[in-house]
């Protein structure tokens, strides 16, 4: 929790942080920035707001939930994996190679269980996002997970994938070169614990 105000850097309104929200959002002009701790300041960060492609069932509760998109450059050199190889042609395993966005949720109120699915599912298929200005009156929750943790996460996603995929992975040597990172606040459905993406 912030224990001072900070000023919007836009309109030079004070922004107070909730909980341990790292992106603050300002109540004058509604301008999210980023809470770095190294600068105990805001600094801009790029951002999107998806609108919701589908419709929950009136039950559940709309809310955005923060997720670092890191965009990399990934050039593997060498793999040798041993066995699988009729399983992936069968499965038409997708790999990950060459520029691409890796999705990791940075909110912890999402179960990692959850949020370990959501992650590969949405790197493997790239969300067609829509963006919209606000967020409608839904609640977003907290970002928990700083830009540097994200970009750990994001090559660590990309060595589980290939680390999961039929066969014994016996060597890879690689290249994963980060060339940008923005945040997306997905929408999504809870109900109780339970969130359903409506993306």
Known sequence: MLLKPIKCPKCGSPITGKQRDLMLQCPACDTIYFFDRD??????????????????????????????????????????????????????????????DFYVCAADTVPEAVSRIWNMELTLNQPAITEQSGFKGAMREVMSMDEESARSAAEF??????????????????????????????????????????V
């Open 157 to 198: 996603l990309f060595l589980r994938h290939e680390t999961e995929i039929p066969g014994t992975l016996q060597r890879l040597e690689y290249n994963f070169v980060i060339r940008d990172s923005r945040v997306v606040y997905l929408p999504a459905f809870k109900s109780g614990n339970t969130f359903t993406p409506a």
């Open 39 to 100: 600068m105990c300041g805001v600094r801009p960060v790029s951002y999107t707001i998806a609108s919701p492609a589908k419709e929950g069932n009136g039950t559940e509760t709309k809310v955005y939930i923060p997720f670092w998109v890191i965009h990399a450059d990934l050039n593997v050199m060498k793999e040798d994996i041993s066995g699988g190889a009729i399983r992936r042609a069968i499965k038409d395993e997708r790999q990950m190679r060459g520029e691409r």
